[in-house]
């Protein structure tokens, strides 16, 4: 017989009754019936439940072990007297009858219990992160992940994709978000930096004859957290192709997703069908984001001219001075009390908007400041034109067009939400297409990079030298699912020339160019191919197929949102000779301000 165990704590079943087995694993729950323990013993594969009773010379031993405790037990699988079997368990139909007990590891009172879903504080469950795996929701979170990826390297490599590996140790880019800088010592006052994604390698992999290439790649960018993106580091699936259109990256891709989506979708609907296709600027005024939910069906509507020289003078006033008013439609709201529209327009109040303005409506009939100023009959042409129906208000943001239509965007999700129109039970995908190449930098006064400066523009040359910069189109797009952006990607600049000039007109210089990306435009003077990718990311993947709304909760060993490890105590300060090896000294904290008056 082995060492520790015959099965898993997942494999008996009544056709084993009978058997003498050894099992090891933790001790998940005990329950003392009066001189009958039960004990559910877990490891990572399911439960089994353990029976002593005073006959057996395990009970002393169980009985004394805390939770937590790890054991080896062998006994004799008996069938479970009727009425008492458990459908939840795949072990349901047994137990096992305790004949000794190997203690491997007895466990000290534990900072947190794994039994059960209660909830606990966050710096808690990170400080103690092994103990938080070992609860059930969050292994299975761990045990997805694996598929996932597993799924993926399968899946990209029968589309003919070859995986490389890229180099974690490189150099710092001018371009994108803050890096995470690594000290040479070899090279004193000299920095490697940690790559913030593959971009340069892969397209270089292109430019050295490699047709199809991927990899599940580990990315490291200095930003804050949020919900749905760890501080310090996320992987994602990374891939480029040579000789393509946008089309051909989409239809690459698109079967990867789909047939991953509905491997793990338990259930749940996917996207039928070729990705709908949204560009940047309808997707910013229909849904006022380019990450849009479609499973949301509101649509807003652009109704600033419904208002030019209108009797509500405010909206008046702001169409009249340059900026928009939007409209978000609230179906079937008839029987919403006056509440649900003043908490709808303080919640905007706590977003820091001016508010949201909004009319009611109930069996045709129109209700509110906004109403009673715009008219009836204005009213009722408004509300044609959007297409609503007898019992549909309306919310209005309004002001400069960049900041209604973001108002307008979140107004959109929380209605949605509020009024119960999202399908928890779908996964609705789409492309967010054609994203202008610069955009104007109120801060800086010029012209810059709006998405990807590595894009190649929609037109090419000819249409940086004979366009307006801000109606440039670029060849990029991004990835959505139910409003979570899994990925950009775009067709890439693989020609000195169009670089050149894309940069000239962001107020970049040739040297400059030749000095910041040296590696990537000297390659590409030698014969680069035209080519594209994309990257969408692991996390996300897995955080939207595990019900996650936190992205924490699919990462094994994540940071906290100061991206501090508190379980290995990271970052953390280095000795004075290490220091030293690496040139490096450390400024000391600057000394508090003086108090005023001091």
């Given amino acids: 017989m082995h060492a520790y165990r015959t099965h898993t704590c997942a494999q008996l079943r009544a056709s084993d009754v009978g058997q003498a087995v050894r099992l090891s694993g933790w001790i998940h729950r005990k329950r003392d019936h009066g001189g009958v323990l039960f004990v559910?013993?877990?490891?990572?594969?399911?439960?089994?439940?353990?029976?002593?009773?005073?006959d057996s010379p395990a009970?002393?031993?169980?009985?004394?072990?805390?939770?937590?405790?790890?054991?080896?037990?062998?006994?004799?699988?008996?069938?479970?007297?009727?009425?008492?079997?458990?459908?939840?368990?795949?072990?349901?139909?047994?137990?096992?009858?305790?004949?000794?007990?190997?203690?491997?590891?007895?466990?000290?009172e534990l900072p947190m219990p794994v039994a059960g879903d209660q909830e606990y504080p966050e710096e808690i469950r990170l400080k103690y992160r092994?103990?938080?795996?070992?609860?059930?929701?969050?292994?299975?979170?761990?045990?997805?992940?694996?598929?996932?990826?597993?799924?993926?390297?399968?899946?990209m490599m029968e589309g003919g994709f070859t995986e490389f590996q890229t180099p974690i140790l490189t150099a710092s880019s001018p371009e994108g978000a803050r890096d995470y800088l690594v000290p040479s010592r070899i090279h004193p006052g000299k920095f490697y930096a940690l790559p913030q994604a593959p971009q340069m390698f892969k397209q270089l992999l292109m430019v050295a004859g490699f047709d199809r290439y991927f990899q599940i790649a580990p990315c490291f960018r200095d930003e804050d957290a949020r919900a749905d993106r760890s501080p310090g580091e996320f992987y994602q699936l990374d891939f480029e192709m040579s000789f393509v259109t946008q089309d051909d990256v989409f239809n690459a891709i698109e079967p990867v997703l789909v047939g991953l989506f509905r491997e793990f979708a338990d259930g749940r609907q996917v996207t039928e069908g070729a990705f709908p296709r949204v560009p940047y600027r309808e997707a910013m005024l229909k849904y006022g984001s380019d990450k849009p939910d479609l499973r949301n069906p509101l649509v807003i509507s652009d109704v600033g001219e419904q208002f030019r020289g209108s009797g509500f003078g405010l909206f008046a006033k702001i169409v009249d001075g340059g900026g928009v008013v939007r409209a978000i439609p609230a179906p079937?709201?008839?029987?919403?009390?006056?509440?649900?529209?003043?908490?709808?327009?303080?919640?905007?109040?706590?977003?820091?908007?001016a508010g949201l303005g909004y009319a009611t409506r109930k069996g045709g009939e129109w209700g509110g400041p906004i109403a009673k100023n715009h008219g009836t009959e204005s009213m009722d042409r408004l509300a044609a034109e959007m297409g609503l129906g007898p019992d549909d208000s309306i919310f209005f943001a309004a002001g400069k067009e960049a900041e209604a239509a973001k108002l307008a965007g979140a107004a959109r999700t929380r209605l949605g939400q509020s009024l119960g129109l999202i399908d928890e039970n779908r996964f609705e995908f789409c492309w967010i297409v054609d994203f202008p190449m610069f955009e104007y930098d109120e801060d800086a006064k010029k012209v810059?990079?709006?998405?990807?400066?590595?894009?190649?523009?929609?037109?090419?040359?000819?249409?940086?030298?004979?366009?307006?910069?801000l109606?440039?189109?670029a060849w990029q797009y991004d990835i959505v699912c139910n409003g979570?952006?899994?990925?950009?990607?775009?067709?890439?600049?693989?020609?000195?020339?169009?670089?050149?000039?894309?940069?000239?007109?962001?107020?970049?210089t040739q040297a400059e160019v030749d000095e910041s990306f040296s590696g990537m435009i000297n390659a590409f003077k030698f014969g680069a191919p035209p080519h594209g990718g994309s990257a969408p990311g692991i996390d996300r993947i897995v955080m939207l197929l595990a019900g996650e709304p936190n992205i924490r909760e699919v990462v094994v060993f994540p940071m906290n949102q100061r991206a501090e490890d508190l379980m290995m105590n990271a970052p953390a300060p280095v000795s004075a000779k290490q220091l030293k090896e690496l040139s490096i000294r450390v400024v000391g904290e600057?000394?508090?301000?003086?108090?005023?008056g001091a």
């Avoid at 070992?134 to 292994?139: D, E, I």
């Fill in 59 to 108: 009970l002393p031993v169980l009985d004394r072990l805390r939770v937590e405790s790890v054991v080896t037990i062998d006994g004799e699988v008996k069938a479970r007297a009727e009425g008492t079997t458990n459908a939840n368990l795949q072990t349901g139909e047994i137990e096992l009858f305790a004949r000794r007990v190997t203690v491997q590891s007895q466990a000290a």
């Fill in 40 to 54: 559910d013993l877990r490891d990572h594969y399911g439960i089994t439940q353990i029976v002593a009773d005073t």
């Fill in 332 to 353: 079937n709201t008839a029987g919403q009390s006056r509440k649900f529209f003043d908490d709808t327009n303080d919640w905007a109040r706590g977003e820091g908007y």
């Fill in 130 to 155: 092994y103990l938080d795996l070992r609860r059930g929701s969050v292994h299975r979170n761990m045990v997805l992940r694996s598929a996932v990826i597993a799924s993926i390297r399968r899946r």
């Fill in 484 to 508: 979570v952006e899994l990925s950009s990607g775009a067709i890439r600049n693989h020609r000195p020339d169009i670089m050149y000039k894309a940069f000239e007109i962001a107020g970049y």
């Fill in 448 to 469: 810059d990079f709006s998405h990807n400066p590595f894009s190649m523009p929609q037109g090419e040359l000819e249409a940086l030298e004979t366009k307006d910069p």
């Fill in 471 to 473: 109606e440039i189109l």
């Fill in 590 to 596: 600057p000394s508090a301000p003086a108090k005023p």
